[in-house]
């Protein structure tokens, strides 16, 4: 996994179209820069 310091986090709010559902008190959180190609995925979430 990738230092904090490098970590992005974006947050995004979609009016609601009628065609996927949307609530709108939470946003859709877009996590950058967290994992890198090295990092074994299965092993990162399956972790409890």
């Known amino acids: ?6 970590i ?3 947050s995004f709010n979609f009016k609601d179209d ?5 609530n ?4 859709l959180l ?3 820069n967290v994992l ?3 990092d ?3 092993e990162i979430f ?3």
């Open 30 to 32: 877009l996590y950058k």
């Open 8 to 10: 992005e986090i974006k």
């Open 18 to 22: 009628g065609h996927i559902p949307n």
């Open 24 to 27: 709108p008190n939470y946003s």
């Open 36 to 38: 890198n190609f090295q």
């Open 40 to 42: 074994d995925m299965k």
């Open 46 to 48: 399956s972790q409890k």
């Open 1 to 6: 996994m990738n230092k904090q310091e490098s």
